[in-house]
């Protein structure tokens, strides 16, 4: 299993995600917030020197904080290239980082 990082850490991610779900109202007064922050505080770091109960929550945490980002992440890149409808050549090409040739005037090129 891989180090999840301090607990203190997750808990703060999560608060910051839940910001940002949040919008205009106010994340403390979500019922999301009061569960996160009670299962937080009833499993603080014991006396025990492996505390599996603890163990398993900031896992489950740090689990539910990648799908979080997962999901914002999503939901930016869909508006970014699927909310706007039908785009020029150059526009699409712009998007991922390429350029267009420009066509040099003369002989042969006007139509």
């Known amino acids: 299993m ?3 990082g301090s ?3 997750t808990f703060r991610c999560l608060l910051r995600e839940l910001r940002c779900l949040g919008g205009k ?4 007064n979500t019922a ?3 569960y996160i922050r009670e299962h937080f505080r009833k499993n603080k770091t014991t006396s025990e020197k492996f505390c599996r109960a603890q163990q398993e929550l900031h896992f489950q ?3 539910y904080l990648c799908l979080l980002r997962s999901v914002r ?3 930016v890149l869909h508006e970014a290239y699927h909310a706007k ?3 020029s050549t ?3 090409a712009s998007m991922v980082g390429l350029k267009l040739p420009q066509q040099p005037g003369g002989k042969g090129w006007e139509r």
């Open 90 to 92: 150059e526009v699409a």
């Open 61 to 63: 945490a740090s689990t």
């Open 25 to 28: 109202s106010h994340y403390r």
């Open 73 to 75: 992440n999503h939901v």
């Open 2 to 4: 891989a180090a999840l």
């Open 85 to 87: 409808g039908e785009r």
């Open 32 to 34: 999301a917030y009061s």
């Open 7 to 9: 607990p203190v850490h």
